[in-house]
């Protein structure tokens, strides 16, 4: 029975649960007698370590009897494969569950079965640190209502996990006339409640202001979760008067 078949009896269940699985795990294991890890094109494949989801390392064998050990090029060893933190599979690879700093580097696998020893595709694990939501923003102008000729500064701050890179981008009532964009972006490390967190800033400087930079201001910070985004509106008003009065 083939999958067409199978979905005219109304029985798509069946195949991706049943006969799908088995399909792939016979192709797995036939068909290479002389290789123990199934052929790639890539003598080295680059995999970002997450650290809010399990990596994997396809390591797939052609033989479910092959042992295989999984290693570090350097320092040269064999990494330890406890089941709780790396685990393996014939059929998926090795997993590791929790990505921590540490395991960031050059990785290979090892295959034996009989006579035979081969190593696999080499893998270059980074470590990325990922948040664990997009960020937060919090936006503030030096003053809401800003006469004609004077400075306005508008700070955007995210708060969040450390070494967690957030860009910044701005939309400004200025654009409309091609007014520059100036900012200025810095990040410190602050205690939250006892902890060590990452402050991520972006000023806006708006020069002498003028008309046209009245409206609503709106920064967006973003990271490798996602993009959020905060408003303020400035009030332009008009000059201050710069005229002494007259002696009577």
Known sequence: ???????????????????????????????????????????????????????VLPCQVTSPQAKVTLHREFPPGE?????????????????IHRPKQHHAGSLYCVASLGNLRQSSTKYMLIY???????????????SESVPIGQNLQVTCTVVGDQDVLVDFSWEYPGQTIGRPLYTQDNVQTVQVDGRS???SQSVLQVDEVREVDQGVYTCTAQNLEGARSASTTVKVLPARSTNKPRKP
């Not at 990494?79 to 997993?95: L, M, P, Q």
Request: charged share 20%.
């Open 128 to 142: 990325v640190q990922y948040p664990a939501a997009p960020p937060a923003p919090f936006i503030q102008a030096s």
């Open 1 to 55: 029975m083939n999958k067409q078949n199978i979905e005219e009896c109304g029985s798509e269940w069946l195949w991706t649960s049943v006969w799908a699985p088995a399909l792939r795990e016979h192709m797995l294991f036939a068909g290479y007698p002389q290789e123990l890890f199934v052929p790639t094109s890539n003598y080295y494949e680059v995999i970002h370590l997450r650290t809010n989801r399990p990596t």
């Open 197 to 199: 967190q990452q402050r």
């Open 79 to 95: 990494v330890k494969v406890d089941g709780a933190e790396i685990s393996f599979e014939v059929t998926r690879g090795f997993t």
